[in-house]
Structures are given as C-alpha cells and as structure tokens.
C-alpha cells in the first residue's frame, strides 16, 4: 500500500512539475502577460525561433488550436495542444521541424553558439559556456555538437520521465 501511495504522490508532483513548465511555456509566447496569446504574439515567438509564417497560415494555425473561437489562445487550448498527441509520423516530423529550428546553418548539427542564440531569442538567458554544457551531457559521439539521432533520444527520454 506504500508504493501505491508514493507512486501517487509522485505523479502528483511530476503533473504539477509539468503544468509549471508548461505555464513557463505559455509566459514566453504571452508577451504582453495578459494570460492569453494573440496571432501577432504567436507570429513574433515563431520567427524569433527562425520560422515565418504567413498571415493566412497563422489563421489557419489559430483556427486550429483556439477551440472556444474567441481569437486568443488560453492556458488551456496551449495545454490541449500540447498533450496532443500525435501518430508516428507526425511526431517524427514535428521532432524534425523542433530539431532544424536549433540548426540554424542547417548542417544536421546543433552547436551550443547554435543552441545559445535560438534560446536567448526565445528569452531564456542563459551563458553560451551553459549550453556547451547542455550539449556535452546528450553528445554520446563527443564532437561537441547535438546530431538528429543525440536530439531523438534526448526529447524521447525527456518525454519518458514525464509520465
């Protein structure tokens, strides 16, 4: 009866854990922290990330996530968009799209001055020494960089311990 109650009692804790990371999520596309984002926060956060889309692909991309069709999207539309899930090839695709936003000189590698720009667009300050750092502790091959198959296996087991 122990276990049945830690076991609980730790998934309790990694729902709040991943409800925190989720909110931290949603603050960085609120740019204005009015609790909700708007088609041009959500365009702004997607080409910081090195995407653009065009006005009409936004709409649709809307469209598709603000469920209550009040031209904003909630906590809750982000948080059903991202539990979504996703058939095989789709989410090798979206791992792919996640893995070539990282690659800025598309060269099928993630470098930490790589890693170190896409993160300080998106707001989230951190040293270029800390993203040596990150990279070094998912480089199994020791070249200093981030390849597609390091960066699968890193997101796979990264979404492994969430549940």
Known sequence: MANKETDAAENSSMIVRDMDQLQKIFNQFDANKDGKISITELGDVLQAMGTRYSQEELQRVMGDIDTDCDGFINLSEFAALCRASFDDATAATELRDAFDLYDQDKNGL???????????RLGMKCSEEDCARMICSVDSDGDGNVN??????MMNSNSGSAK
């Open 110 to 120: 993630i470098s930490s001055s790589e890693l170190h720009l896409v993160l300080n």
């Open 148 to 153: 597609f198959e390091e960066f699968q296996k």
